[in-house]
């Protein structure tokens, strides 16, 4: 098989489809064992090569079949392993051990240790004269630096060091001649660092930067992909947020729980402000184009919640509709997760709600739309999907 930077990729994606398959315990244990007497024999070699393969087969697992990889992390000695090879002078395994601690840092209980253990493990290494490893340590920072998510009242660094994490990624973003490897890692940088309200404010005023993650994304690679659409819904505020309810706001103050704060950049009048900016800025010609080369359900999703954020806008709708946004919005809600598929048909909705029918869905498109506005009348739809597709079908 010919090895290109997709292989470890499309290898995750393989393992994890492998995985989701195996209906039954047994199955699994089998799965297990097979990649466990893998790792148990790489690990027995004295030599370097053979950890530096057990370290990317772990890699590779934990952005696939997560719970196997986690299970293998746990294990003693593995972590202190890792944390081992970033720290040697070795350009080798200083790179795959810091796509390791990214991977690995999407467990929460994992992050607290390895801001003990390795902080400044990959302080020093952003400090290499190897941008491969500078930008894959600056990613790792971003990772850990993201661990309070979009809750404002949870700071891991020190006040400040998330934006300048984030204009760190901009120098290798926004520059063309860097190799198109590392403009892809700086995305993903961006992406953990774009749940701060901070960093998306002065990301959403940055044209440059907008324009560099479109043409990073335009290159139809997967790994590109799914960096920029997790930017750009954060951007949007497009993900799910956790309905709170004042009475459990009051036990937890009780109960002296942890309660997560919402920041002030990120009130109704700041979203709506970065969606126009975004709308305005052909952002949907750029996802109808991506819409054609994506074949992960999960980051149709993802596009479908960017879209649908953007025709919550009444101003940007007919621009939507002139940049593609109905023909990729009926593609999507049909193909995807169940959830992505919602979002499509009431992004569809709000387009039917303002413009002509003949001009938002010509020809054939608007018998294509009308089963996704049937879905928005299910009993599980919420009260305002529900309303819109009523309003969309008069």
């Known amino acids: 098989m010919n090895i290109t930077s997709d292989s470890g990729t499309l290898t995750s ?56 990889g986690s299970s293998i992390m746990a294990k003693e000695g593995i972590l202190e392993m890792v944390l081992v090879m970033a720290n040697t002078d070795d350009e080798l395994q200083q790179r795959v051990a810091c796509e390791c601690i990214i991977a690995v840092a999407s467990k929460k209980d994992k992050v607290s240790s390895i801001i003990k ?81 901070e960093v998306k404010e002065a990301l959403i005023e940055d044209k440059a930067a907008l324009a560099a993650l479109i043409e990073v994304a335009a290159s139809g690679k997967p790994a590109c992909t799914y960096g920029v659409v997790t930017t750009l819904v954060n951007l949007c505020n497009a993900y799910d947020k956790q309905e709170i309810i004042p ?18 950049l990120d009130d109704p009048d700041f979203v709506t402000k970065r969606l126009l900016i975004l709308g305005q800025s052909n952002i949907t010609s750029a996802i109808y184009a991506m819409n054609k080369k994506v074949e992960s359900d999960n980051t149709r999703e993802l596009l479908a919640r960017i879209l649908n954020a953007l025709a919550s806008q009444q101003e940007i709708r007919g621009l939507m509709v002139q940049q593609g946004a109905s023909k990729a919005l009926i593609h999507l809600a049909h193909n995807g997760t169940l959830k992505g598929k919602r979002q499509a048909a009431q992004a569809l909705a709000r387009l039917g709600i303002t413009l002509n029918p003949e001009v938002a869905f010509p020809g054939e498109r608007s018998l294509e739309v009308i089963r996704p506005l049937l879905s928005l009348l299910h009993p599980e739809a919420t009260a305002l999907e529900t309303f819109e597709g009523l309003m969309a079908f008069l």
């Open 13 to 68: 994606l393989c393992l994890a489809r492998i995985y989701e398959n195996m209906y039954y315990d047994q199955a699994r244990e089998r799965y297990m064992e097979s990649i466990m007497e893998f790792v148990k024999d790489k690990l027995l070699s004295p030599d370097i090569e053979s950890k530096v393969r057990v370290t990317v087969s772990i890699t590779c697992l934990l952005l696939g079949p997560l719970e196997v």
């Open 247 to 264: 009475e459990m706001v009051e036990l937890a103050k009780f109960a002296k729980h942890h309660i997560p704060e919402d920041h002030e």
């Open 117 to 197: 253990q390795g902080i400044d493990i990959l302080k020093r290494l952003y400090m290499s004269k190897n941008e491969n490893i500078r930008v894959r340590a600056l990613v790792g920072l971003c990772k850990l630096g993201s661990i309070g998510g979009s809750d404002a009242s949870i700071r891991p660094f020190a006040d400040g060091s998330t934006r300048k994490l984030a204009e760190a990624c901009r120098r290798f973003l926004v520059n063309p001649s860097r190799d198109s490897d590392i403009r892809r890692w700086s995305a993903e940088g961006l992406a953990y660092l774009t749940l701060d309200a």
